[in-house]
């Protein structure tokens, strides 16, 4: 009766340490960084379905004003003081910051920056607005 009891402690015991463990990993994985590389298509969907997202166009002014994805803040690569630029546009790092540029490049060679300035999750648009132009989808002006 008594090693009935003591096996009945114990797996109670390893199932409550089992479920606390799985409660960390869980927890850990939410906060670990998120790079996603998405064809214009994708970067739609996603961005479709999240809440007051943060876009952010990285090309020039002049490119901005050709035509932009509404809602996104021009924030200029080019621009020497572009980390403290991102710095200033008062983003929350702990929401997804969607970037993106022309074809891609600058926006690629961006993530580091971001993640530098502890942005935790970004989606990247890796062929850009050109892709994102060539599929007509919404463009704002």
């Known amino acids: 009766m008594k090693a009935a ?3 009945f402690i114990i797996m109670f015991f390893l199932i409550g340490w089992s479920n606390a463990s799985a409660q960390f990993v869980t927890d850990v994985k939410k906060a670990t960084p998120t790079v996603k590389n998405e064809r214009a298509k994708i970067f739609y969907q996603i961005l479709s379905r999240t809440k007051d997202p943060q876009i952010i166009d ?3 002014p002049r490119e901005y004003a050709a035509g932009h994805l509404k809602g996104a803040i021009l924030v200029n690569y080019y621009d020497r003081n572009f980390a403290d630029n ?3 546009a008062g983003l929350d790092k702990f ?9 891609g490049h600058r926006s690629s060679n961006a993530i580091a920056i971001f993640q530098k300035l502890g942005f935790r999750h970004i989606v990247n648009m890796v062929y ?3 892709e994102w132009q060539h599929l007509q989808l919404p463009i704002e002006k």
């Open 86 to 88: 991102l710095e200033k």
């Open 58 to 60: 990285i090309r020039t």
């Open 128 to 130: 850009g607005i050109n």
């Open 5 to 7: 009891k003591y096996t």
């Open 95 to 103: 929401r997804p910051v969607f970037i993106y540029c022309r074809s």
